[in-house]
């Protein structure tokens, strides 16, 4: 018999038509964080991983409890159902355990006329499978159950397991990684195929969903010079803010020096005022401060805290009404493998083998993910390596290469062989 890693590329290879059909399916499922569709996803992947003879753990998430810990991440939709899912390739002796961890749950689509072809059509053109949560990340998951079918239809006897997670509420905060941690699924190393253009990424800068309430004071607008108003006391704010950023980005961590901006602070929405012809006594701006990688959540809150209050002593109507300050919704920290972790060079020689091109490069993103959850609250060594391009994740006409799928499965079946061992 052939030696497993010949065995396997050709496994891979054999379910091609039947993974690429599943990924699809995957996508026309429409599960946006916080609808029932992220919670049917869920019931179609048990199946899934039932049907590849799985060990399936599915179990309802008690929300209520969950939100209560103090370690929860957060949440940003309103979900009265989430669910856990973990399928087990059960290894057959003492060896490691792989854990393979990736999100069902999707962006919404944005204007739907933006797009060439309907959202969740899930087609195939040139090569590109199209579809929102095509790349970020239904792609990364089908791939991982590629690896583990393959693992099986080789016949290779693994000597540790893989653990298959499949998680919800990634996008607003990690509920679902956060509930599979609790229940007490761990790793001795994980791959979360989030869309990297097959590079290797060990380390995420975090970020942290705010809201700044400032407030004015009301009155006819044809009598707007006896008011305040609350925009116009916006924009003080708002340049502190952004003086802050530059300042937060005078030296960052070389694993990020690649990008314009590592952490970057932005304001995703703002409301004031009720009626035109008022001055606006109130404006909520919420946006998102990026953590740096190895600063804590902590310091990156008291930066703009402290940001916040000096502008607000440098206005007078702001030093008596000062600029409220909320952390809500996602709290993303950064996260970085250990340094003593072998799972970077591991990833590098398995891709090597499986894609025989260039060896993937190694950098840290600049959003936040569950790969900190994993590494902190885990103490599971984790990175990411997944097809597609990120910059395509949440904008209109996502898609991703249905090459890099395949080569993802190949290298995370190799990577399973290398890590668990084989008999
Ligand atoms: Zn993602």
New binding site residues.
């Given amino acids: 018999m052939a030696d497993p890693v010949a065995r396997v590329l050709d496994a891979v290879v054999e379910l091609t038509d039947a993974l690429l059909d599943e990924l699809a399916t995957l996508v026309r499922i429409p599960s946006v964080s916080g609808t029932d569709a992220e919670n049917d996803a869920q019931a179609h992947v048990a199946g899934r991983f039932a049907e590849a003879a799985l060990d399936v753990d599915h179990w309802p998430i008690d929300l209520p409890a969950l939100a209560g810990h103090p370690d929860f991440p957060g949440m940003e939709v309103d979900r009265n159902e989430a669910w856990g899912l973990v399928g087990r390739l059960p290894g057959a002796g003492d060896g490691p355990t792989l854990m393979l961890n990736g ?1 069902v749950d999707v962006v919404p689509v944005g204007d739907p006329d933006m797009w060439a072809a309907p959202p969740f059509a899930a087609d195939i053109r040139d090569g590109r499978l199209r579809g929102r949560g095509s790349c ?2 239904k792609a990364g998951l089908i791939a991982s159950l590629w690896a583990v079918r393959a693992l099986r239809l080789a016949g290779v006897r693994l000597r540790g397991d893989v653990v298959l997670a499949s998680v919800q509420g ?2 607003d905060g990690g509920l679902g990684t956060f509930a599979t941690l609790q229940r007490g699924w761990r790793a001795d190393a994980c791959v979360i195929p ?1 869309p990297t253009e097959l590079d290797v990424v060990p380390a995420n800068s975090g970020a942290l969903t705010f809201r700044l309430r400032i407030r004015g004071r009301a009155t006819h607008a044809a009598r707007r010079a006896e008011g305040v108003s609350a925009i116009d006391k916006f924009w003080p704010v708002s340049q502190a803010l952004a003086d802050l950023e530059r300042r937060r980005h005078a030296s960052v961590d070389p694993l990020v020096a690649r990008w314009p901006l590592a952490h970057p602070l932005s304001i995703g929405r703002v409301r004031a005022g009720d009626w035109a012809s008022s001055v606006p006594d109130l404006l909520v701006a919420e946006g998102r401060l990026g953590v740096a990688i190895g600063e804590s959540i902590d310091h990156a809150r008291a930066d703009l805290e402290s940001a916040v209050a000096h502008a607000c002593e440098r206005d007078p109507w702001l030093r008596d009404h000062p600029v409220e300050v909320e952390w809500w919704g996602g709290q993303f920290a950064s996260g970085r493998i250990p340094p003593d972790s072998d799972l970077v060079d591991r990833v590098r020689a398995a891709h090597r083998r499986a894609a025989r091109g260039r060896p993937p490069d190694v950098y840290g993103a600049p959003y936040g ?1 569950d790969l900190r959850l994993l590494t902190g609250l885990g103490g599971i060594p984790t990175l990411q390596y997944g097809p597609g391009d990120a910059r395509l ?1 949440h904008g209109p006409d996502e898609a991703v290469p249905v090459a890099d799928v395949a080569t993802a499965a190949r290298t995370l079946a190799l990577l399973a062989l290398d890590v668990c061992g084989a008999d």
């Fill in positions: 999100h970020d990340m990634e996008e989030e993910s994740a």
